[in-house]
Each structure stands twice: as structure tokens, then as C-alpha cells.
């Protein structure tokens, strides 16, 4: 985001990021970028090996190549390169001795080239007085990109010029350009010792033992590392104003290249003629007539159809149809699996074998799942055993190709107390001393307001007396929230319908499979729909359970429990839980027996009962009450009756939310989604104009409105407002 700002403060058009063989911040670099009006370019520093073994420094280090993406194919170009030096167990070694230039040839379409400036092989050769050298590699350049290839003039001190002048001669010679380029790694020269802190951390050493090749300068204090402006770059440059003027002209010749976030779909093999809607439309029929019986009832079916619909309007067939491969796939190997989340309302799930939760049952609300607001795919979470979760995922790449699929990374960044563990370590600290700073520090973060610590990092740097410890915590406060590394998402998953490097970079991973470059909101910002496919374990004691009871009773099945099981309600009713998934907690135990809970529908309500909406709408003790039949169940209004009817009266279920918001206050979709999420995501005035649209909402007439009285729908509102956000899914509480 700084970056971007000071780019558009500047009055750039474009900016460039070229991370180190890696594209991990792209996607969150074009998403600052749009936010400060700036054309982002997407790039990347390569190394690439040298034509002769005897052109390597004392260091070993192989030349830098800044490759531009001038479009989708540059930026292709660029997933494939990046994911052949990253997608292998000795990625840090791959990265340390380049690309081949063959790899680089056949990955060049799209790309614009720059030299690498004073790291550059071309540069390096004439610095060592090597013009022959120079030339070779110059040539090579030319021949893969030819007229998209430039050298890079880098300057930093009074002897750079005539080398600059050198450059500017050879790319003549060889009909190239010559651009001016400025290597960014801070934007002040006062972040410049972050840099050395983040070479320590990276190669685990002490900041005194540091070795100069670990830094970007090389060691060298003239080579500036950070921002500078138009200005300061035409003065610098003042002696090569066409080198200067090449920069707007490589800019102009770069389009956006990252893919525009449409939902790109697995490719799924369908019958000849039939399309993904199709397929998924017949699956669901067949399971309709398997669920119902051959003559469901009229409302059923049209629920179904209106469901096939809404989902082939928004084109997301395809992903029904993966998920129900997938759970099929486990059923028939006896893979105890299950679904989380709102997926459950919906019918079509539930008929194409997605679900077991009947949506018609326990009057599941479709919208949910999917409304006509929604703009991007749902959810669908499936739980698996976790033993055999990896069965699954096998499964997954044989069935769609090992190349097209993928998990997904997750950014770990330095919290407080590693940043400053990291910190202490690099400036020599001992262990006690480090224990100190570390019991200093705030405690964790916490969901209740009441309950967070008041005291932040700020306050205890500013009641540290000892300079040494001071400075310490002042670095480390300047690292909280940096990138630290890459991990595995616990459950996400993309399949692409080609290869996975057409559409993202991928990375090994020391378990030996390839995740994503960009984490689960980037994958889904460039249109690759993620599938959660997470391992519990409450799934594999169930399983482990049937199998020792299998050993009595060799036919048993989970599936043939009963629903209405009288000793299952016995147990409920009086918590007697430990060991049951989401009910063994104390506070899980006391609704359970609040509530006399025995039934799917009972375990749903306490499910969410037990969550902060209720307590908050104020309506808590009466709904105990009313549950077990020691109070009347009343209504500030009938219209309410159809929506609060399963739940005396009371609000529990977001659902309740939504089809209060429409059916009730007349709101849209889109204005109802917006409140389920939560007045904390309101401002003031956003606030008080959704009160105002609410309470209107209620007022309206009849036959068009309920025709509340304004107490009425006042009173509405504030159960509404403060359980907004706070309420749990029907769908997932049921499931």
C-alpha cells in the first residue's frame, strides 16, 4: 500500500513488483495499486545461470534478469518460471543457481526483459572488464526477446557513468534499448537497517555476523536501496535522458495481466452435448425421486427447480458437481465425511448426495446459501476423517491431474511476541534476557472487549529504560505483521481446468505436495474457487467407534441410527456429552439441559442458543422457557409466526435474520445479507439509514406490508440490531 501511495503522490501511471523468483504479493499488489488509481505491472527478479562456469564471482551467485509481464502471456510466463524453481524439494538451491537459459527461452512469450543492472550478468561482465563477455550475454538476450529486451543503466556514484555509457553503446550495437532503472527495497533511507534485521532473520544469525552477499547492496553503503522521486531520478539520470524516457515507453507496453477474477471452473467430464447445468439438473432429479419418491410433492419440486436455476444463473454448476464427485468418491470407500456451513439449506445438495440434512425438514432457507446479491461462489466445507483425508486428496489429483491441482498457502506474519523473539535473537540477546522482553509484552488478543489487554507494544517501549532492550523492541515493533513464510491452509483446495501454473505459481512443501503462491483470498480474487476439504477428528472417532462396534454386531452401519433414537435423547437431555463433538464444553452441557434437548432440531437450537445473538437480543431466559413449555410463546406480531414459530418466538438463526429483512422490513437481498453480517461492519450514518429503511419496512400497509405499528417495528429493530452479526447458520448448526 505504500508503495502504491507513494507511486500515485508521485504522479506515476504504473508500478512494478518483482519479488525474488516468487509472485506470493501480486495479487495484493494490484489490489493496492487500483485502490491509488496506478497501473500495476506484475514482474519478477530471476536469476539465471551464467553461459560459463569461470563468469561466477567469489560468491557463486548467479545474474539477475527483471522480467515484466506485458500481458495474460507474460504473466503465464512468469507462474511457469517462478513454479520451476519453487515447485521442487531444493527450492533454495534452485533459487541460488538461476534458471537455464533453455527454461527462459521457452518461457519467454509475453515477457519484457531488463539486464539486471549492476547484478545483471551484462553489467557484471563489463565491470570485470569482460566486453567480450558482455556482448555474449547481451546477444543471448536479444536472441530470446529481441526487441522486448533492454539494458538496465543503474547509478549510484560518479563511476557508474562511463559504465552506463558502455551499456548504452553495446545496445546499440545490438539494436536494443537502454532504460534507467532504480532498485526499491525501502522507501526511505531510514527503513534501510530493516533490511539487514530481515537478512538476519532470513539467514538465522546474528546481526554482527551478517555476510554482505545476504544484503541487497552487497554490502556496499553507496548503492542506494530506496524510493526516489521524478526528480531525483532526472538528475540522476540527466546524462541519459532516453534511457530515462525508455521506462514511460515500457510501461506503455504492459496490459493487465493477472486473471480478471472470473470463477474459472475445473474441466469436468461431462456426457457429449451435455453442459455442467445439465448434468447437475439430472443428478438432482434422480436424487429428488431417491429422497421423496416417485410423486414428490408440487412445492418440493419447484423448490428444486427454482434451486437449479438461481445456481445456472450464476454459473456454478460446476462446483455441485465437483464437491458431489468428491463425496461420492468417500462414501463408496467408506471415508466418513460430512458438510459444515450453509451449503445444508440447500436442496439441490442435498438430492445430488452433497448433504444429509433435509432443507424441507428443518425449513432451511436456500438464500442463505445462495441469493440473488451474492457475487462470488459459495462455500461448500467438507469434513473428512482426518486418518484418511489424504485418501481424498489423492483421489482429487488422479481424478483431475496432478499438474491442475493445488492447496492453498496461508501468509504466516510475525505476531509480537515472535517478532520479537527473532529480533532478539539477531541483536544478540540471551535467552533470559529475551524471556524478559517477552513477559513484557500484552497478552494475546481476546473476543471479549472487557477481557483484551489495554496495554499495547507502544506503551511497554516506552517504559524501557535499558537502551539495548529499548532498541530491540523499537525493531520488532517495525516487524510485527511482515510476511514471515509460507503455510498450508488446514483445508483449501483449487483445481484448475488446465495446468495449475497457467493460472497461479505453485510451491513445494516439505510434505511433499505443491500449494499455491497466493493465499485463499487471492486464489479467489483471479477466479480459482477454493473447496475446503478438512480433516476432524471427532469424524475418525466416530468411525473407530463403529468399527468396534462392528465386531458385535457385524451389520452395523452409523447411517442406520435412528434420528429419534430414545436412549441417544435420554443421553442428551441430561449432558451426559464428554467426548461429543461441539457438546462437551460446560456451557454446551447447561443449554443442552436447559433446553431437555433430544431431538436433531433440539441440538440445532442449542447449538446456536449457546452462541452470543441470543443473549444479546435480550431474549435469552425466555426462550429457556418457552422451549420446555413453562411460558407462553407469544409474538410482537403474527406476520412473525412463520419465521420464529421453531423457535418460540425467538430469535436464534441468521436465517431468521434474512427472512425478517425481506419478508418483513421488505429490504433486499443484498441489504439483508449486509445486515445478517453486522452492525459492527456499519458506520454512524450506514447505521442509522438501515434503521430508518427497517422501520419503514415494517410499517407498509396491508396487503403490500405488515402494517406494524411504529412501536412495533421499533421494538423489531433493537432484537434485531444488536443479534445481527452475532447469530449462528441454521444450516451449520443443523449439520
Not at 21 to 30: E, N, T
Not at 385 to 393: E, I, K, Q
Not at 448 to 459: E, G, I, V, Y
Amino acid at each position: 500500500e505504500a508503495l502504491a501511495q507513494a507511486a500515485a503522490a508521485d504522479g506515476l501511471s504504473h508500478l512494478a513488483l518483482t519479488d525474488d523468483h516468487a509472485l506470493y504479493g501480486a495479487v495484493a499488489f494490484r489490489r493496492a495499486c487500483q485502490a491509488a488509481d496506478v497501473q500495476p505491472i506484475i514482474g519478477m527478479a530471476a536469476r539465471v545461470a551464467p553461459l560459463d562456469a569461470q563468469d561466477l564471482d567469489d560468491d557463486g551467485e548467479a545474474g539477475l534478469l527483471t522480467l515484466l509481464a506485458a500481458g495474460p502471456a507474460g504473466y503465464r510466463s512468469l507462474c511457469r518460471l517462478s513454479s520451476l524453481v519453487q515447485a521442487r524439494p531444493d527450492r533454495l538451491e534452485a533459487s541460488a543457481a538461476g534458471l537455464s537459459w533453455d527454461a527462459l527461452k521457452e518461457q519467454s512469450a509475453g515477457l519484457i526483459c531488463l539486464s539486471g543492472g549492476r547484478q545483471g550478468w551484462v553489467q557484471r561482465r563489463l565491470a570485470a572488464g569482460d566486453r567480450a563477455g558482455a556482448l555474449r550475454y547481451a546477444g543471448r538476450l536479444a536472441g530470446i526477446f529481441d526487441e522486448r529486451a533492454w539494458l538496465a543503466l543503474e547509478l549510484h556514484r560518479p563511476a557508474d557513468v562511463p559504465l552506463a555509457q558502455e551499456l548504452v553503446e553495446l545496445a546499440g550495437r545490438l539494436g536494443l534499448g537502454a532504460v534507467a532503472v532504480q532498485p526499491v527495497y525501502c522507501l526511505t533511507p531510514q527503513e534501510r537497517p530493516r533490511l539487514r534485521l530481515l537478512a538476519a532473520l532470513r539467514q538465522n544469525c546474528r546481526l554482527a555476523e551478517l555476510p554482505p552477499q545476504a544484503l541487497p547492496d552487497r554490502g556496499d553503503a553507496a548503492i542506494d536501496l530506496h524510493w526516489l522521486s521524478p526528480g531525483q531520478m532526472g538528475q540522476r539520470f540527466a546524462a541519459f535522458p532516453g534511457a530515462l524516457a525508455a521506462s514511460g515507453q515500457i510501461a506503455a507496453q504492459c496490459q493487465p495481466a493477472l486473471p480478471d477474477g472470473r470463477p474459472i471452473w475445473p474441466a469436468l467430464k461431462l456426457p457429449a452435448g451435455q453442459t455442467p447445468a445439465g448434468a447437475l439438473a439430472s443428478r438432482a432429479r434422480e436424487g429428488l425421486h431417491a429422497r421423496f419418491g416417485p410423486d414428490p410433492d408440487p412445492a418440493i419440486a419447484q423448490r428444486l427447480q427454482r434451486e437449479l436455476e438461481t445456481i445456472a444463473e450464476h454459473g456454478y454448476s460446476p462446483l455441485f458437481l465437483v464437491v458431489a464427485d468428491i463425496v461420492y468418491y468417500a462414501r463408496r470407500r467408506e471415508i466418513p465425511v460430512s458438510t459444515r456451513g450453509s451449503v445444508a439449506n440447500s436442496l439441490v445438495a442435498y438430492c445430488a448426495g452433497i448433504t444429509t440434512v433435509d432443507p424441507i425438514q428443518h425449513d432451511l432457507l436456500f438464500e442463505r446459501f445462495l441469493n440473488p446479491a451474492r457475487a462470488n461462489p459459495p462455500d461448500i466445507d467438507l469434513d473428512f476423517c482426518s486418518r484418511r483425508r489424504d485418501r481424498v486428496l489423492d483421489y482429487v489429483r488422479r481424478r483431475y491431474g496432478q499438474e491442475r491441482v493445488a492447496l492453498v498457502a496461508t501468509v504466516s506474519t510475525l505476531r509480537p511476541k515472535s517478532a520479537v523473539r527473532e529480533t532478539a535473537k539477531a541483536h544478540g540477546l540471551s535467552d533470559a534476557e529475551t524471556g524478559r522482553l517477552l513477559k513484557l509484552l500484552p497478552a494475546g488478543w481476546r473476543p471479549d472487549p472487557s477481557r483484551r489487554p489495554a496495554k499495547t507494544l507502544d506503551d511497554v517501549i516506552a517504559e524501557m529504560s535499558e537502551p539495548r532492550l529499548r532498541q530491540v523492541l523499537i525493531d520488532a515493533a517495525g516487524l510485527v505483521g511482515q510476511p514471515d513464510h509460507l503455510s498450508v491452509h488446514p483445508g483449501g483446495l483449487v483445481i484448475a481446468p488446465g495446468p495449475m501454473t497457467d493460472i497461479a505459481p505453485v510451491q513445494w512443501t516439505a510434505k511433499g505436495f505443491l500449494i499455491t503462491q497466493y493465499d485463499h483470498s487471492d486464489v479467489e480474487a483471479i477466479g480459482l474457487p477454493k473447496l475446503d476439504l478438512l480433516g476432524i477428528r471427532a469424524l475418525t472417532v466416530l468411525a473407530d467407534a463403529a468399527a468396534l462396534a462392528r465386531r458385535r454386531d457385524p451389520a452395523f452401519r452409523l447411517d442406520a441410527i435412528p434420528l429419534d433414537d430414545p436412549a441417544t435423547g435420554d443421553l442428551l437431555a441430561r449432558a451426559e456429552t464428554i467426548g461429543v463433538f461441539q457438546c462437551e464444553s460446560t456451557g454446551a452441557q447447561r443449554t443442552l439441559r436447559q433446553l431437555k434437548a433430544r431431538r436433531v432440531q433440539d441440538l440445532a437450537a442449542a447449538n446456536a442458543f449457546f452462541k452470543p445473538g441470543p443473549a444479546l437480543g435480550g431474549m435469552a431466559r425466555a426462550f429457556v422457557l418457552r422451549y420446555r413449555g413453562e411460558a407462553p410463546v407469544v409474538y410482537l406480531h403474527p406476520a412473525l409466526e412463520p419465521i420464529l414459530g421453531r423457535t418460540k418466538g425467538v430469535l436464534i438463526f441468521q436465517e431468521q435474520i434474512l427472512r425478517i429483512a425481506v419478508e418483513i422490513a421488505g429490504l433486499s437481498w443484498q441489504q439483508a445479507d449486509f445486515l445478517r453480517r453486522g452492525m459492527s461492519h456499519f458506520g454512524r450514518q450506514e447505521m442509522e439509514s438501515m434503521r430508518a429503511a427497517f422501520v419503514q419496512g415494517c410499517l407498509r400497509p396491508a396487503p403490500d406490508g405488515p402494517a406494524f405499528t411504529p412501536q412495533q417495528a421499533q421494538t423489531l429493530w433493537e432484537q434485531v440490531a444488536p443479534f445481527a452479526g452475532y447469530g449462528f447458520n441454521q444450516g451449520h448448526a443443523t449439520a
